[in-house]
């Protein structure tokens, strides 16, 4: 058994790794992956989003399964391109077909698809070019702050919340106006939900699902949660406010709605799907749905998985996922990332990372790293996720605290804070 993973970065490090481990895989390629994905496989200098490339890579590498890791070769139909070629039309991916991928791709379709079948989520109205004379009007019936969202993929800069209502309408104007090109042409404007966000995930292979751990993620690059949006700088596993009674609420209320919803659409949704959600006072709200894996998430659930991954990617590839168990390993999972100094905003490549072979109980993902004669080097704003066990959080993130003290590289960065609210 020969699997293809596409992407570059912690995420894609974490499936190969968890994937190698797997007594039915023979060999595993990653595209383009990185220094780190080098050991769990070989990487191949091909770019996900050219199909043609793609494909090349799996007929001479005899490849029996795609997995593939980023929203954007989703989004653009890589599902549908091998099933519409007959060299590849039976070569499973796991990963939805751009119809599928509009929940991700379109947070216009999300919105539509969450009011249709009754799924928990901010009220909102979407606008474009045509309807824009109304958005004043809209806002006004709103409190603030205002939630803006370009429709479309924005590598994750599309969504803005401000207080005032003029600036809101400007901004609104602006992203129809073309701020973020052709992911702007419609935008949704939705009601802020206050609460703590936790990102649950499932995989299916259309008919039934296997929940997957849950997580937190910390998106600011500032401790105590200020600063820019990245990304990612850390996250844990398993979430403590997460227990048995909200679960089964993220369950009935929206995990089965969001698959009925999918089945009566008439998609068969194959791959993960990533439920970004909010808790307001206990209650679970759907943020976004995202078409894939989260990352650094799967940097913790992937490790919390004690079950052979693989089993569960071949159930889906066969249609056969409720046949297939899934056992959690109940530690705490914790992992930091060492990011690149300037980030999110501009910053330098290429810096050698020092003290890899240093680290003592935990395991080092990859993000953004590149082999350089020998040398590894960074490669990208976030640069390595350090992830630690532990019978509790805290003993987890020491671990890996202890950890980053021993990697170096120039401008490295981490939050000394993930774990800090929970
Ligand atoms: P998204 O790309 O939809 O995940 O939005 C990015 C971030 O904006 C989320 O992770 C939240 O922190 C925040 N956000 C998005 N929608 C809302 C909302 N309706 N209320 C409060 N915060 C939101
Ligand atoms: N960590 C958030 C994401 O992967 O979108």
Redesign the pocket.
């Given at each position: 058994m020969n699997l293809l993973i596409l992407g570059s970065g912690g995420r894609e490090h974490a499936l190969s790794w968890k994937l190698a481990q797997s007594t039915k895989v023979d060999r595993i390629f990653i595209a383009p992956g990185n220094a780190g994905t080098s050991a769990s496989g070989t990487n191949l200098n091909v770019d996900p989003g050219n199909f043609p490339e793609v494909k090349k890579a799996v007929l001479e590498n005899k490849i029996n399964i795609v997995i593939v890791g980023p929203e954007a070769p989703l989004v653009e139909g890589i599902h549908d391109f091998f099933l519409a070629d007959s060299d590849l039309k039976n070569i499973p991916v796991i990963g939805p077909d751009k119809s599928a991928a509009r929940l991700e791709g379109s947070?216009d379709f999300a919105k539509e698809f969450m009011t249709k079948y009754g799924i928990p989520t901010?009220t909102y109205r979407s606008f474009d070019k045509t309807t824009a004379s109304g958005v004043f009007s809209f806002l006004k019936t709103m409190a603030p702050p205002y939630?803006i969202?370009a429709d479309g993929l924005a590598a994750?800069k599309?969504?803005l919340?401000i207080d005032d209502i003029i600036e809101a309408e400007k901004e609104v104007v602006s992203i129809l106006n073309g701020k973020f090109g052709k992911a702007g042409s419609r935008v949704v404007i939705?009601?802020?939900?206050?609460g703590i966000?936790l990102s649950v995930f499932i995989i299916t292979d259309g008919t039934s699902y296997k929940l997957l751990p849950e997580a937190k993620d910390y998106?600011r690059a500032g401790e105590g949660d200020t600063g820019l949006?990245t990304g990612g700088m850390g996250a844990v596993s398993p979430v403590p406010f997460a227990g048995k009674a909200f679960m089964d609420k993220v369950k009935v209320r929206i995990i089965d709605p969001t698959m009925n919803g999918l089945a009566d659409e008439g998609i068969r949704y194959k791959g993960f799907i990533f439920f970004?959600l909010?808790n307001v006072d206990g209650e679970p709200y759907v943020?976004?749905y995202n078409a894939r894996l989260g990352d650094p998430e799967s940097e913790v659930i992937i490790p919390r998985i004690k079950s052979d991954l693989f089993d569960l990617i071949e159930g889906v590839a066969e249609g056969n996922l409720e046949k297939r168990k899934i056992e959690f390993d109940d530690r705490f999972v914790t992992t930091v990332m060492a990011v690149s100094g300037g980030y999110p905003g501009e910053y330098s490549k290429g810096y050698p990372v020092y003290g890899l072979k240093e680290v003592r109980d935990s395991v080092v993902f990859h993000a953004g790293t590149k082999i350089n004669d020998d040398d590894i080097v960074t490669y990208g704003g976030r640069v390595l996720a350090v992830t630690s066990w532990g019978d509790t959080m805290k003993e987890a993130l020491l671990t890996s605290y202890r950890n980053l003290l021993l990697i170096r590289f120039k401008g490295a960065y981490y939050r000394n804070d993930i774990g800090f609210d929970l």
């Open positions: 947070k901010a939630v969202k994750g599309g969504v919340i939705e009601q802020f939900l206050k966000e998106k949006n970004g909010i943020i976004e």
